[in-house]
DNA sequence: TCCGCTAACTAAACAATGTATAGATTACGC
DNA sequence: GCGTAATCTATACATTGTTTAGTTAGCGGA
């Protein structure tokens, strides 16, 4: 029998790691951070569960590498954003960042969760490093008074707080609601660009 | 033998719901958030693993009686550092609100993490919503230009950004570190003081 | 003072998890 | 073709949250 059975699976997956990653990532989606574990990533796959420790070495560094793929996707929004945007500098940036926290909630608040994930992991690293580093670029091609640095950390922080928050409902819930013309993500995109204008 | 051998534990704890809170608080600051499990507390307490059961119901509802614990902290910090502060409102408000932060990172971390704890638990309801109200009255305080609402949602996501990013690090490994000015925690609520004068 | 009720707690068990170990299977370079 | 290394399975272990059934003791009323 030369000719493969094509309803047995073959023992060797061809490309576990990435079907695994995959899988990881539609259950964050849907299922929550507490539905990716070793095992239910397995099942996805269809293999044991040491296959995926194989792969990765432990659920922290698997949840590393997708949480590495959050950054890329962030970066990617960012630079789409901020490219076709009629918006200067800064203050596009903080839309961009809310607007991306509020379109993946789950994957931008596993991007975070350093007590779940091995902050250290190689891939993570780069990403993140990549990503923060084009955060900063972005920060400061406006033009604006004061020290660039505190302008970067001050556009950073309110963007990170509002998505934060927002995730949390706790602004919905303390400030917004029916009828305070605060509903959609794009009402809310829109306060964070606003935010930006608020003088101090 | 009706005098009691002062060896021997009593059935009865007499006072278990406090001890395994005072347990809980003790280990989430020391070993972290992931150390607070019902066993490692009711080995704490000495009592079997189903004795922290019958008080809280269970884990999330545990978690969460102690992240009312951490709202009722901060409102006393809040209140403590704004009353003998020359500072005005808003602005004073964040430096207090990210020193609160760093003083007790895992007890600021858990009073956020929804996944871990029962949102709905009816003290942490109360003491997150007498919190939210002392935030928003703090912000608003403050004379300004603007709407107020917008302020205030400034105030608390730029307090909440910067805070969060510190405890990740993220901050000093993009902005500050050795030589650059940002070392200390006083440093830090400075910085966030400072970030409240920065125009948009 | 004793009786009964109820809260407080124990003991034991269950399913699920991460991960280690040993072994089986297959792809691939020489 | 053959040996080696990568890939994957089977099995097992310790730990977790939680349930169930039963034990102990504090406490109010006769």
Not at 19 to 31: N, V
Request: proline share 4%; with cysteine; hydrophobic share 50%.
């Amino acid at each position: 029998m030369d000719h493969p059975d094509p309803q047995a699976k073959p023992y060797h997956h061809g490309d576990l790691r990435r079907a695994i990653l995959d899988a990881a990532e539609r259950m964050l989606a849907e299922e929550g951070l507490e539905a990716v574990t070793i095992r239910a990533c397995a099942r996805a796959a269809g293999v044991s569960p040491a296959a995926p420790i194989h792969h990765f070495g432990s659920l922290r560094d698997l949840l590393a590498v997708l949480a590495a793929r959050g950054f890329g996707q962030l970066v990617a929004r960012l630079d789409a954003d901020l490219s076709q945007s009629g918006h200067q500098g800064d203050r596009a940036l903080v839309g961009a960042y809310v607007a991306f926290a509020l379109s993946a909630p789950r994957m931008f608040d596993l991007m975070w969760r350093e007590d779940v994930l091995n902050p250290a992991q190689a891939e993570l690293v780069a990403a993140r490093s990549l990503a923060l580093g084009r955060l900063q670029f972005h920060s400061q091609t406006a033009i604006g008074e004061g020290d660039a640095r505190l302008r970067a950390i001050r556009s950073w922080s309110l963007a990170h707080g509002l998505a934060t928050l927002l995730l949390h409902g706790r602004i919905v819930t303390a400030l917004g609601g029916p009828g305070t013309g605060l509903e959609t993500k794009e009402d809310f995109a829109a306060l964070a660009y606003d935010l930006m204008f608020v003088r101090g």
